[in-house]
């Protein structure tokens, strides 16, 4: 067996080991991309969902994001101090609230996508553009068929243990 085939050929665990080491790398860089806004990382993924998906209310929100409902309506809070969002009347449903972004919201989101567009760039610097798209790609393939079999799966939690 040349040392090219055992490079290339995975070893149990290692999977693990290589997204760990990159969603470390990516927490840290996303972290200092997202710094200033009411919650961090956090606060960008809810805006960011809010402007992008339009889901129909803060529980479908928090639902998408695997938020807990206390959290997400702490974060919520935040946000609309700093009139990020609103939280408005849904038509359909008098006890439902819609969570809308402002005008500065939507702002605030591009100026901040252009930061963690940069953290992206980064972390996929040691890839070709073709590889970097495949692997965007195939990231996003699986981390929705994970999602599918474990809808309440928090990545925060994923996260959160990463630093036990």
Partial sequence: MTSEA?????????????????LRGYQ???ED?????????????????VIHHELPSQQAIGAHLAIDRTVMTYLLDGMVTATLVER??????RRARKIVATAEGVAVLARYEARVAAVEQAILGGLEGADAAQLGS???????????????ASPCEAVESLDR
């Fill in 138 to 152: 195939l990231l996003g393939r699986l981390a929705s068929s994970v999602h599918r079999a474990d809808p309440t």
């Fill in 88 to 93: 408005v009347p849904d038509p359909a449903d």
């Fill in 33 to 49: 991309a997202v710094d200033g806004l009411p919650g961090g990382v956090r606060c960008y993924q809810v805006l960011s969902t």
């Fill in 28 to 30: 840290r860089l996303q």
């Fill in 6 to 22: 055992t490079v290339s050929q995975a070893v149990p665990g290692d999977l693990g080991w290589n997204l760990a080491m990159v």
